[in-house]
């Protein structure tokens, strides 16, 4: 059935009936069962009685209730509905309306793109309502999607006229959170008679952010931060510094250079593009219109036209052009240096000149990159259809209404969809073979990775040796300086790939190099030997050292000993640093049997600690300072000049302050002389006479027949030729090597020669020997060894005591007798010497024409000279004296060379009646109360042995008070024991008699020269 509005049933078509006052179409009456399907086709719009209506619904009933409305369907599809009967059977209702003369269009306007953090834009809604017929009424809104209305009030309202509607609605589009949100709102118009049209608007929403701003980043790192160090090479089988070179260092020595810093130095700039490109794209869908015309087919039997509704159809495609927006961005290396160590140099005072290091066991980086600034490398534009059809064909129905329409769509969404992102790559860079490029070159989506920093470098210090050299010789040449300043520069240059061009290297300074101290060391711990055994002096000088004239002295010159509490200087020995040592000796010495005039250096050989001199005799004796001093080998003393010096170079000991090069020492010494050799040469008594002459009255002395001290000479070695008992001292029994004379002594009276020596300054005119004799008695039998006193008697004074007031009897000399064999060249070269280098002016007027002076200085020598006392003390003067020294013209002064050995000449004599008693005896208390004459046998000792003892002094310049030299009672040298004294001998009977120092002969206390004259005959 077909109804209208008002509940008017009209015909459905030509087969409708009228059943009861309505129009019914019956399907298949009668045939069908329950359940059978059945179907019927509704027109879309139906003429009747002039007026045009138009399907709006559809609906089932039961036949018998029809207000019960199943499966309804709003709008003129399906116009076929299909039922399955129902017992009763049921109704198909077709409502039906007249046909509106309404058209409405509509449109959304907004944004078409949004940033994707918004979740919603504003846009504004306008319709267009038109009427060809009744005028318009109403309107309503009766759907929205992904929008909604501001004001809700704006979603109905009134219309009048035949044109009218509403623009600028706003309204606000939510985004869905796709890429892209499509909004819709479907808006019907009504006229007066209910007649209606409605249309649907669409507005599509793009999520598109617009490219960011374009980004750079770099970043550098040029300072290495270099650190550095100078040290001493380790000695041989160490590891560690052999010197710590801030304290000190000597020169030769080898010094190492170290330096750090960093593996690698950059310098770089990304740059980030970041754009969006505009991509033209048309969007075609293609519509299929189907509708219905009324075509007349003929007449009816009225003759009036018979219409019939016959289908039509037509396909339109429409176009939208789109323009789409494709967002890309990527990064290009701009700017690029990395640098890699190349050498370091490092300076200092002690370094030879400037050291250069290269990297040892270092690997530089790797670097590649290529730098692109042609866009067109960087992207892969996107490949669309373009026109883009969207599939498939919408179905346009018009129905009766004529031609429809295409609606009105937004394909903005199938627009975007049909352009891919533009694909995007970075320039390429990888660096030092990571596992990550720092800029990856690989096509991406859109965007590109963010490219990666150049990481930090490892940090070499200068204890990781990346910078080192070492073997680095401090030249001698290099004085001593303090703390010298040290400086270096490392560099770096360019490695790799470098953007935009090459770059010039890195230079930057090397940090914290430590200071160098130069000091070489040297050190004098000197010393001389002290020849302590051999000085005789009366009063030794314990603070000086004893240089003995003729004897050979040593110097200690060694090169250890105490420095500076410096690693590996302290006690140690310094030889390797010191260029020479050497002496200087204010007084002439042979060095190697060659003479060395005094004040030069004198250079001892490197191979010796110690050193020989000998002192020659023409050497004054007296205080002098012996310096000493030990070269640093970078000292700028040299030792070329033996006479320069440079106290300012000086410092004593060692040079423990480096402004200093040479240590020194002075050494006091004290030379001299000696007293010597003394030996009996001849002796009076005619038993005596073949022990020294070849026969009886012989003027001649035989060689080698005198009697010496003992078998050892002045030096206490072994003489030469040698001496042997009987020829040694004390003169006595057992001393005759004459056959049955064994037991003889001497018998008083007689006198006996001797001569003994001198070495040093020995040679004034107030110069001289003292002797002072005592005496002791022994017994034949060697036994009963005592001190006496000894007494003489002469024409006038009985009983004289040797020494005391009373003995007042003078002994002269004459130096030039036969017997004393003194050769004119000794009287010669004494008198030359005398003139020449003793006398003083007025000695010379005295002593008158040189020449003659010299010539009759023997003659003079034959008249006596005053020694002394007779017998209690003798002091040998300069006419005792001949000068017997070397003739050496090479000596340093041979005049003094030959005067500085001394030979003295004397002779001693007990009286002929000499009488002995003990020490102290009170021979005059005796007197008087005994008879007292030369028989008195109770109080004279006469069966035994007067013996002789002499002490031996030297006189300088008449000081008496103050004897130099001693020949027996020196505090350091017994000379006497020195040349061998015996201790004891034994006589024929087999007696010991022991020997004291000083001991020179033995009389007979009870023999006489009278017994030989029967008067006294002096001798």
């Not at 000091?519 to 003995?548: F, G, K």
């Not at 005994?930 to 042995?945: A, E, I, R």
């Given at each position: 059935?077909?109804?209208?509005?008002?509940?008017?049933?009209?015909?459905?078509?030509?087969?409708?009936?009228?059943?009861?006052?309505?129009?019914?179409?019956?399907?298949?009456?009668?045939?069908?069962?329950?359940?059978?399907?059945?179907?019927?086709?509704?027109?879309?719009?139906?003429?009747?009685?002039?007026?045009?209506?138009?399907?709006?619904?559809?609906?089932?009933?039961?036949?018998?209730?029809?207000?019960?409305?199943?499966?309804?369907?709003?709008?003129?599809?399906?116009?076929?509905?299909?039922?399955?009967?129902?017992?009763?059977?049921?109704?198909?209702?077709?409502?039906?309306?007249?046909?509106?003369?309404?058209?409405?269009?509509?449109?959304?306007?907004?944004?078409?793109?949004?940033?994707?953090?918004?979740?919603?834009?504003?846009?504004?809604?306008?319709?267009?309502?038109?009427?060809?017929?009744?005028?318009?009424?109403?309107?309503?809104?009766?759907?929205?999607?992904?929008?909604?209305?501001?004001?809700?009030?704006?979603?109905?309202?009134?219309?009048?006229?035949?044109?009218?509607?509403?623009?600028?609605?706003?309204?606000?589009?939510?985004?869905?959170?796709?890429?892209?949100?499509?909004?819709?709102?479907?808006v019907k118009a009504y006229d007066v008679n209910g007649g209606s049209d409605l249309a649907t608007a669409e507005h599509t929403v793009v999520v598109y952010n617009a490219p960011p701003p374009a980004q750079s980043v770099g970043g550098q790192d040029l300072d290495p931060n270099s650190n550095g160090k100078i040290g001493a090479d380790p000695a041989p089988g160490s590891s560690s510094d052999k010197f710590n070179v801030t304290q000190g260092v000597p020169t030769h020595e080898y010094l190492y250079t170290q330096a750090g810093g960093k593996r690698y130095?950059?310098?770089?700039?990304?740059?980030?593009?970041?754009?969006?490109?505009?991509?033209?794209?048309?969007?075609?869908?293609?519509?299929?219109?189907?509708?219905?015309?009324?075509?007349?087919?003929?007449?009816?039997?009225?003759?009036?036209?018979?219409?019939?509704?016959?289908?039509?159809?037509?396909?339109?495609?429409?176009?939208?052009?789109?323009?789409?927006?494709?967002?890309?961005?990527?990064?290009?290396?701009?700017?690029?240096?990395?640098?890699?160590?190349?050498?370091?140099?490092?300076?200092?005072?002690?370094?030879?000149?400037?050291?250069?290091?290269?990297?040892?066991?270092?690997?530089?980086?790797?670097?590649?990159?290529?730098?692109?600034?042609?866009?067109?490398?960087?992207?892969?534009?996107?490949?669309?259809?373009?026109?883009?059809?969207?599939?498939?064909?919408?179905?346009?129905?018009?129905?009766?209404?004529?031609?429809?329409?295409?609606?009105?769509?937004?394909?903005?969404?199938?627009?975007?969809?049909?352009?891919?992102?533009?694909?995007?790559?970075?320039?390429?860079?990888?660096?030092?073979?990571?596992?990550?490029?720092?800029?990856?070159?690989?096509?991406?989506?859109?965007?590109?990775?963010?490219?990666?920093?150049?990481?930090?470098?490892?940090?070499?210090?200068?204890?990781?040796?990346?910078?080192?050299?070492?073997?680095?010789?401090?030249?001698?040449?290099?004085?001593?300086?303090?703390?010298?300043?040290?400086?270096?520069?490392?560099?770096?240059?360019?490695?790799?790939?470098?953007?935009?061009?090459?770059?010039?290297?890195?230079?930057?300074?090397?940090?914290?190099?430590?200071?160098?101290?130069?000091?070489?060391?040297?050190?004098?711990?000197?010393?001389?030997?002290?020849?302590?055994?051999?000085n005789q002096m009366t009063v030794p000088d314990p603070a000086r050292r004893s240089l003995i004239l003729t004897r050979n002295f040593t110097v200690s010159v060694p090169t250890d000993g105490p420095h500076q509490n410096y690693l590996n200087y302290g006690t140690r020995d310094y030889a390797e640093y010191i260029q020479t040592r050497q002496v200087w000796f204010p007084f002439d010495v042979y060095m190697d049997g060659e003479w060395k005039k005094s004040g030069q250096w004198l250079t001892i050989p490197k191979a010796y600690k110690a050193y020989t001199?000998?002192?020659?005799?023409?050497?004054?004796?007296?205080?002098?300072?012996?310096?000493?001093?030990?070269?640093?080998?970078?000292?700028?003393?040299?030792?070329?000049?033996?006479?320069?010096?440079?106290?300012?170079?000086?410092?004593?000991?060692?040079?423990?302050?480096?402004?200093?090069?040479?240590?020194?020492?002075?050494?006091?010494?004290?030379?001299?002389?000696?007293?010597?050799?003394?030996?009996?040469?001849?002796?009076?008594?005619?038993?005596?006479?073949?022990?020294?002459?070849?026969?009886?009255?012989?003027?001649?002395?035989?060689?080698?027949?005198?009697?010496?001290?003992?078998?050892?000479?002045?030096?206490?070695?072994?003489?030469?030729?040698?001496?042997?008992?009987?020829?040694?001292?004390?003169?006595?029994?057992?001393?005759?090597?004459?056959?049955?004379?064994?037991?003889?002594a001497v018998k008083t009276g007689y006198h006996f020669k001797f001569d003994l020596k001198t070495v040093g300054n020995m040679y004034g005119l107030y110069d001289g020997i003292r002797i002072t004799p005592s005496f002791t008695f022994i017994k034949k039998d060697g036994t009963g060894r005592q001190d006496v006193d000894l007494y003489y008697s002469t024409n006038t004074k009985p009983f004289v005591k040797i020494g005391s007031q009373e003995d007042t009897l003078k002994r002269q000399f004459v130096l030039n007798t036969p017997l004393r064999n003194v050769?004119?060249?000794?009287?010669?070269?004494?008198?030359?010497?005398?003139?020449?280098?003793?006398?003083?002016?007025?000695?010379?007027?005295?002593?008158?024409?040189?020449?003659?002076?010299?010539?009759?200085?023997?003659?003079?020598?034959?008249?006596?000279?005053?020694?002394?006392?007779?017998?209690?003390?003798?002091?040998?003067?300069?006419?005792?004296?001949?000068?017997?020294?070397?003739?050496?013209?090479?000596?340093?002064?041979?005049?003094?060379?030959?005067?500085?050995?001394?030979?003295?000449?004397?002779?001693?004599?007990?009286?002929?009646?000499?009488?002995?008693?003990?020490?102290?005896?009170?021979?005059?208390?005796?007197?008087?109360?005994?008879?007292?004459?030369?028989?008195?046998?109770?109080?004279?000792?006469?069966?035994?042995?007067?013996?002789?003892?002499?002490?031996?002094?030297?006189?300088?310049?008449?000081?008496?008070?103050?004897?130099?030299?001693?020949?027996?009672?020196?505090?350091?040298?017994?000379?006497?024991?020195?040349?061998?004294?015996?201790?004891?001998?034994?006589?024929?009977?087999?007696?010991?008699?022991?020997?004291?120092?000083?001991?020179?002969?033995?009389?007979?206390?009870?023999?006489?020269?009278?017994?030989?004259?029967?008067?006294?005959?002096?001798?």
């Amino acid at each position: 059935m077909c109804f209208l509005s008002d509940g008017t049933t009209i015909p459905c078509n030509n087969n409708s009936t009228v059943v009861n006052g309505y129009y019914v179409n019956h399907i298949k009456p009668g045939e069908l069962f329950v359940g059978s399907t059945a179907s019927f086709s509704f027109q879309n719009q139906i003429t009747w009685k002039g007026q045009d209506y138009v399907l709006y619904q559809s609906y089932i009933t039961p036949f018998d209730d029809w207000s019960q409305h199943d499966n309804v369907v709003d709008g003129n599809d399906p116009l076929t509905r299909t039922i399955t009967a129902d017992p009763g059977g049921n109704k198909i209702m077709g409502m039906y309306k007249p046909k509106s003369t309404v058209s409405v269009t509509a449109t959304i306007d907004g944004p078409t793109e949004a940033d994707s953090t918004a979740t919603e834009v504003d846009g504004t809604f306008s319709f267009d309502a038109l009427s060809k017929g009744a005028d318009l009424s109403k309107y309503e809104i009766t759907n929205t999607v992904n929008c909604t209305f501001v004001k809700p009030g704006d979603k109905t309202g009134s219309l009048s006229g035949k044109a009218d509607g509403r623009s600028g609605l706003p309204i606000k589009i939510q985004l869905s959170g796709g890429p892209s949100t499509k909004a819709s709102v479907t808006v019907k118009a009504y006229d007066v008679n209910g007649g209606s049209d409605l249309a649907t608007a669409e507005h599509t929403v793009v999520v598109y952010n617009a490219p960011p701003p374009a980004q750079s980043v770099g970043g550098q790192d040029l300072d290495p931060n270099s650190n550095g160090k100078i040290g001493a090479d380790p000695a041989p089988g160490s590891s560690s510094d052999k010197f710590n070179v801030t304290q000190g260092v000597p020169t030769h020595e080898y010094l190492y250079t170290q330096a750090g810093g960093k593996r690698y130095l950059y310098n770089y700039h990304y740059q980030q593009v970041s754009k969006f490109k505009e991509y033209p794209i048309t969007v075609q869908k293609s519509f299929h219109l189907t509708w219905e015309e009324q075509v007349q087919t003929g007449t009816d039997e009225q003759g009036n036209p018979v219409y019939e509704w016959q289908p039509r159809e037509d396909t339109v495609v429409i176009p939208q052009p789109y323009t789409v927006k494709r967002n890309y961005s990527y990064w290009m290396v701009d700017s690029l240096n990395v640098y890699k160590m190349s050498y370091a140099t490092m300076q200092n005072y002690a370094l030879p000149g400037i050291v250069t290091m290269s990297p040892r066991n270092y690997a530089a980086p790797d670097v590649y990159a290529d730098h692109h600034s042609d866009e067109a490398w960087h992207l892969q534009e996107p490949k669309y259809p373009n026109p883009y059809m969207i599939p498939g064909v919408e179905e346009v129905s018009g129905g009766q209404n004529g031609r429809p329409n295409p609606p009105s769509e937004d394909w903005r969404s199938e627009a975007e969809q049909q352009i891919p992102k533009i694909k995007v790559r970075n320039d390429p860079f990888s660096f030092d073979n990571l596992p990550q490029a720092r800029m990856d070159s690989s096509w991406q989506d859109e965007k590109t990775q963010n490219p990666l920093d150049i990481p930090a470098p490892q940090q070499y210090q200068d204890s990781d040796r990346v910078f080192y050299q070492n073997h680095l010789y401090i030249d001698p040449s290099k004085i001593n300086q303090y703390q010298t300043s040290s400086s270096g520069k490392v560099h770096y240059v360019p490695t790799g790939t470098t953007i935009p061009s090459q770059a010039a290297e890195v230079v930057d300074d090397i940090h914290n190099i430590n200071y160098v101290t130069v000091h070489t060391p040297t050190v004098c711990y000197c010393d001389i030997s002290d020849d302590r055994d051999h000085n005789q002096m009366t009063v030794p000088d314990p603070a000086r050292r004893s240089l003995i004239l003729t004897r050979n002295f040593t110097v200690s010159v060694p090169t250890d000993g105490p420095h500076q509490n410096y690693l590996n200087y302290g006690t140690r020995d310094y030889a390797e640093y010191i260029q020479t040592r050497q002496v200087w000796f204010p007084f002439d010495v042979y060095m190697d049997g060659e003479w060395k005039k005094s004040g030069q250096w004198l250079t001892i050989p490197k191979a010796y600690k110690a050193y020989t001199f000998a002192l020659p005799v023409w050497v004054n004796e007296g205080d002098y300072d012996v310096k000493f001093r030990a070269v640093a080998e970078n000292s700028p003393v040299q030792e070329g000049d033996p006479y320069y010096t440079n106290a300012s170079q000086e410092e004593n000991q060692a040079n423990l302050n480096l402004a200093h090069h040479i240590a020194t020492k002075i050494i006091p010494v004290k030379v001299i002389g000696r007293l010597f050799d003394f030996k009996v040469t001849d002796v009076a008594d005619y038993n005596w006479e073949l022990v020294f002459r070849p026969y009886k009255g012989s003027r001649d002395i035989l060689p080698n027949r005198s009697y010496w001290v003992g078998d050892r000479d002045f030096n206490g070695d072994k003489r030469n030729p040698t001496v042997a008992p009987p020829f040694e001292l004390p003169l006595g029994p057992k001393s005759s090597p004459l056959a049955g004379y064994s037991n003889v002594a001497v018998k008083t009276g007689y006198h006996f020669k001797f001569d003994l020596k001198t070495v040093g300054n020995m040679y004034g005119l107030y110069d001289g020997i003292r002797i002072t004799p005592s005496f002791t008695f022994i017994k034949k039998d060697g036994t009963g060894r005592q001190d006496v006193d000894l007494y003489y008697s002469t024409n006038t004074k009985p009983f004289v005591k040797i020494g005391s007031q009373e003995d007042t009897l003078k002994r002269q000399f004459v130096l030039n007798t036969p017997l004393r064999n003194v050769t004119n060249a000794e009287f010669t070269d004494t008198a030359t010497f005398l003139y020449d280098r003793v006398f003083n002016n007025q000695d010379r007027a005295t002593a008158g024409n040189r020449t003659l002076y010299i010539n009759n200085y023997s003659y003079k020598a034959e008249k006596p000279v005053p020694i002394g006392s007779a017998y209690a003390w003798e002091l040998l003067s300069s006419g005792t004296r001949t000068f017997i020294g070397v003739h050496n013209n090479d000596a340093g002064d041979p005049a003094l060379a030959n005067a500085a050995v001394q030979k003295w000449y004397g002779e001693y004599s007990l009286p002929a009646a000499v009488k002995a008693v003990p020490k102290n005896f009170d021979l005059a208390g005796y007197a008087r109360t005994h008879v007292l004459d030369d028989h008195s046998k109770d109080v004279w000792l006469k069966n035994g042995y007067l013996i002789v003892n002499f002490n031996i002094e030297t006189i300088q310049n008449g000081d008496t008070d103050h004897p130099h030299l001693q020949y027996l009672h020196g505090p350091w040298d017994n000379q006497w024991r020195m040349e061998g004294m015996r201790s004891s001998f034994t006589d024929a009977e087999g007696h010991v008699f022991e020997i004291r120092d000083g001991d020179v002969l033995y009389y007979h206390a009870d023999k006489s020269s009278y017994d030989d004259f029967g008067t006294y005959v002096p001798h």
